[in-house]
Every structure is written in C-alpha cells, then in structure tokens.
C-alpha cells in the first residue's frame, strides 16, 4: 500500500515514477529517442505540408516515423527490457501477505449453549530469497542482455532497410520525372520540326512525304511522353507506399536528378574496407552476433535449471494459517529457515532441454554466418557498381553535349536544305538516347553511391 501511494504521489507531482524503471534496465534509446547511425535525429512532425515539393530527407522522415516494421521493432525493444527486468528481479526477495476478515461459527446440536461464535482477522506474510542456484540467475541476465542489444541493433537494421528501400524509391520516381520532362522536351522538339517541315512544304522546299513522316515523329514522342508520364505516376504511388501515407496522397519531388545530389569520392575506399566496417558496424550483423551469443548463455541457464538451489524463508502467522479456520485466542507465529531444494529426477527432460538450448546456438551461429556471407555480397557488387557508375558519369555528359551539337548542326543544315528530314529525325532519336542515358546514369550513380553504405551499415541523413 506503501509503495502504491508513493507511486500515485510521484505521478500528481510531475516527478519521474521510482517503480516505472526501478532497476535500470531500459535503454537510453527509449528515452533519447531514435537517432541514425551518423547521430542524425529522427523528426516526426505532427504535419507535413504536402503541397510543397518534399525533399529525400523529408521522404526519409516521413517513412522512418510511418513504418509499421519499425515501430515493431520499437516495441521488441520493450519486451526485451522488461524480460531482463524480470531476470533482474530474481536476485531480489519477494515478499507476499494476505490479511483476511474471518467469522466463525461452532454449534452443538443439543448443546446450545455451548455454541460459540467468533469475529477476528488472521494475517500472514512470507519472505523468500534465493541465496544459491550455481548460476542460473547470472545465465539469464546475461542472456538477456544479449537479447535487449540484439533488439537494438535489429532496430537499427529495420531502419536501414527502411532507408535503402525508400531512397531508391525516390531515386526512381526522380529518374521517372526526369524521364518524363525529357519526353515533354522530345515532344516539343518534334512538334517545331513538323512546324518547319510545313513551312517548308508550303513554300515548296520539301515534299508532302517530308511533312508525313515529322508528323509520324510527333505521334511518337507524344505516345513516349504519355508512357513516361504513367511510368512517372506509379513511381510516385510506390513512394508514397514506402513513406507510410495514404495510398491517394499527392507529392511533389524537390531534387532534380540531372544535378547529382553527392558525387563524394569517399565511397572509393578499397573493398576490404568497406567489408571491415560492415563486419564492425553492420547493425544485421551485430544482432545475428548477439543473438547466437544469448544463445550460448541460455544453455547454461538451461543446465543450471537442473542443480540444486538455496533459499532463506521467513514466514508470520497471527491467528491461524492460510486456509484453516480462525483461533479463538489470539496468537502469532514466526517461522525462519533456509530450504535447500534439490532436483532427484525429471523424466530426462533437462537433457533434452539442454540439447534444445544446443540446438539453437548452432542454428544461431548459422544465420551468423549467413548474413555476413549476404552483406559482405552486397557490398562486393555496389562497390562495384558505384565505381562502374561514377565512371560512366563523364561519357553520359560527354555523350549528351555531342548529341546537342550534332542536333543543331543537323537543324541548320536542314533549314538550308543540305539534309533531308530522315537525317534531322534520326539525329532527333539519338539525342533523345543520350538523354536516357544522361539520366540513367545519374540515378545508377545515386543509387549504388547509397547502397553501398547501406550495405556497409553507415546510411544516415549526412550520405544524402
């Protein structure tokens, strides 16, 4: 009753709650709050003004505060603080009482007159506290301890996925903008080429077959910008999906793919570098190391379950004993002792338990090694890429101002009437190639620049 009105009184006053964490087992985390792997906070803004053009960092809030992954992974954090409380806990007494009101009846029949009856109360209390238990206790806690930082850094995976998966959505609704802008640009192009071509044809420089075949052209890049423009509204639905909004949600896009975001020659680090950090840092890994690590301990937990424990015990009595009738005279009874329990035989369930407990380290140890074989994959082919990408930057720009150049030299020579319409169409197609592969590029650059420190472990907000 005691410990219940201090608690009420700590909630009135605004103090912190001395029994909210009594023994120290939740991580700063819970009360911090969520921060990336370069320190960068997470901001959940209670509105987000959608009407403007959101930024990559803005998708990335949106969809760190929306995941329904990551609020799980939120919540396993709980649970595993509140399961190495309870294995804390056990190191402490436990203390029970009862108090009961009692009425007690006794008649004779025949004898009336020696009926009694009695109105009291008995009580009793019992302290218990394990002294010994060949470390059983310590198995848990430690075991425990794995499992909470194991939850931590399945957290911080969470969120790297999280984060690898909607920045290459944006990177893909980006690239499908820009694709689209360039069908529009395409498509205005050949509408001025057919202008001229009917200008031409109406003076009477070129043929009606001239005019035929720039409208043909025409048709073509409207049909081109109508597909890049349905290409450009599905990647803006799997956005919004990836950012947790409701599925009819409009965004605008702020960055302009054509502008790379970093081009940081810092990933070009050697391989082995990038699978040493990842080895170190790599929050999947970490947990997986943890999680075969509280495996180990459970199995002496498990073992130490079958040896002998030692307990001290002290027990009061006042009136009677829990479950009998009320005394007529008052009375009160202190027992005090130490009760030494020893395990004879269960039915060789321990050994098979302790098994079970093997059999689980050995699975652990195996994901373990998975993982670092999947990562250290990861990371071999977006170095890889990211170095194939960058390197491709330079002969996409270079490409695209020959294919300007090429395409008014072909304009000019066509107003003069040096060059036929077939040549100024086939010029227009290569242009709009290079600006394919312009924008292909730059996202392919962007894309494996993020995924490469994503497999690494390291993505955060500075990366972007």
């Not at 009606?208 to 890049?228: F, G, I, M, P, W």
């Not at 130490?338 to 039915?347: T, Y």
Request: proline content about 3%.
């Amino acid at each position: 009753m005691a410990m219940w009105l201090l608690s009420a009184a700590c909630y009135g006053m605004d103090v912190p709650d001395v029994f909210d964490d009594p023994l120290q087992v939740n991580p700063d985390i819970l009360i911090s709050g969520v921060r990336l792997p370069d320190q960068s906070a997470v901001i959940c803004a209670p509105e987000v003004d959608l009407s403007q053009p959101i930024a990559l960092s803005d998708a990335v809030d949106l969809a760190l505060c929306h995941n329904s992954q990551i609020q799980m992974a939120w919540a396993s954090i709980k649970i595993q603080s509140g399961v190495l409380g309870q294995y804390k806990a056990a190191y402490l007494p436990t203390v029970t009482g009862t108090v009961s009101g009692l009425n007690t009846g006794v008649s004779y029949p025949g004898v009336s007159s020696a009926n009694t009856n009695t109105t009291g109360h008995t009580a009793y209390a019992n302290l218990t506290w394990r002294l010994i238990d060949f470390g059983g206790r310590s198995a848990n806690v430690d075991s425990a301890i794995n499992l909470l930082d194991a939850a931590l850094a399945s957290h911080d995976a969470t969120i790297q996925k999280v984060l690898s998966t909607v920045i290459g959505a944006y990177f893909d609704a980006l690239t499908a903008q820009a694709v689209h802008q360039s069908r529009i640009d395409m498509a205005q192009l050949a509408n001025h080429t057919m202008e001229a071509t009917l200008r031409r044809e109406h003076k009477g420089n070129s043929s009606v077959n001239d005019s035929l075949q720039a409208k043909t052209a025409l048709a073509k890049a409207k049909l081109a910008e109508q597909r890049a423009l349905g290409d450009y509204r599905k990647a803006l639905s799997i956005l919004v999906y990836h950012m947790g909004l409701t599925a009819n949600t409009e965004v605008l896009l702020k960055a302009q793919l054509e502008k790379p975001l970093n081009q940081d020659k810092a990933v070009f680090k050697a391989l082995q570098d990038w699978l040493v950090i990842a080895q170190d840092q790599h929050p999947a890994i970490k947990s997986a190391r943890l999680q075969w690590e509280a495996s180990k301990t459970k199995i002496l937990a498990t073992r130490s379950e079958g040896l002998p424990t030692v307990d001290f015990t002290s027990s009061f009595y006042q009136n009677g004993y829990p479950n009998q009738g009320m005394q007529h005279t008052q009375s009160d009874t202190t027992t005090v002792g130490v009760m030494l329990s020893i395990p004879l035989f269960e039915g060789f369930s321990r050994t098979y338990k302790i098994r079970e407990a093997q059999a689980q380290a050995e699975k652990d140890q195996a994901q373990l090694n998975d993982i670092e074989k999947q990562i250290a994959s990861e990371i071999v082919k977006a170095h890889a890429d990211a170095v194939s990408a960058y390197e491709n930057l330079s002969f996409a720009e270079s490409l695209f101002a020959a294919a300007i150049a090429t395409l008014e030299s072909s304009e000019h020579r066509y107003n003069k009437g040096a060059a036929d319409i077939l040549e100024l169409l086939s010029v227009q197609s290569a242009l709009a190639d290079a600006r394919q592969e312009k924008l292909r590029c730059f996202a392919e650059w962007q894309s494996a620049r993020l995924r490469l420190v994503a497999s690494a472990g390291l993505l955060g907000k500075q990366v972007l």
